[in-house]
């Protein structure tokens, strides 16, 4: 079945620096990624959909200079956080839907979990 | 905008029991999908089951079912024969029908099974 790569699975990035996350589509053309962020036994908030070859939508409160999305392909999307607090640590999911129509099926990475000391 | 509730933090039940996950949701759409997906501790999501609103019969998967009521806006998820791998966190979502949608999800209900 379609598969979604997330990487890495685990980060420790020091205060100030940045952080690349990546989430690739292996065996389908996703035109539309969606990143989620978790807290420890929360739900997962969505932070933005990021749209192929166009500027990434944020949901309300999110900093789109501090979490920088780029889908440059059709297989692959990025999350930069930039200049990373403490706060930011948490857990991030990626999901890509595997096909352009609404009912298309949604397929999750395995999430990355970001620790800022 | 649309909202999901799962009102029940905790739930639990003994093996080979019968529970059931209780999900409500709020949206002025006609035309969505429910999901229920579980969140064992290695965070990986995976999904349970899909319904779809246009569909008046309520969707199985082998030892999960769900209730959908529509009009009351009540989606909830019945695990039967409960098997100690079902303990996870799970949780309700929704989705409308437009393409790029995502899904908005639930608090999540944490499912304890014991032997």
């Known amino acids: 079945g379609a598969v979604v790569s997330q990487h890495p699975s685990r980060v420790i990035c020091k205060s100030g620096t940045s952080v690349k996350i990546e989430c690739r589509s292996l065996d389908f053309q996703a035109t539309t990624m969606f990143w989620y962020r978790q807290f420890p036994k929360q739900s997962l908030m969505l932070m933005a959909t990021s749209n192929e070859g166009s500027k990434a939508t944020y949901e309300q409160g999110v900093e789109k200079d501090k979490f920088l999305i780029n889908h440059a392909s059709l297989t692959l999307s990025t999350l930069t956080v930039t200049s990373a607090h403490p706060e930011d640590s948490s857990f991030y999911i990626c999901s890509a839907r595997a096909g352009d129509l609404h009912n298309s099926p949604l397929h999750f990475g395995n999430g990355t979990r970001l620790t800022v000391t | 905008a649309q909202t999901v509730t799962q009102s029940q933090p905790e739930m639990s039940v003994q093996e080979a029991e019968t529970v059931t996950l209780s999900c409500t949701y709020d949206t002025s759409e006609s035309d969505y999908y429910l999901f229920w997906y579980k969140q064992p501790p290695s965070r990986q999501m995976i999904l349970v089951i899909r319904?779809?609103?246009?569909?008046?019969q309520n969707a199985t998967e082998n030892r999960f079912s769900v209730n959908f009521q529509k009009a009351a806006k009540s989606f909830s998820l019945k695990i039967s024969d409960s098997q100690l791998g079902d303990a996870a966190m799970y949780f309700c979502?929704?989705?409308?029908?437009?393409?790029?949608?995502?899904?908005?999800f639930g608090k999540g209900t944490t499912l304890s099974v014991s032997s």
């Open positions: 979502a929704y989705s409308g029908n437009q393409a790029g949608t995502a899904l908005i």
């Open positions: 319904q779809e609103a246009y569909k008046q």
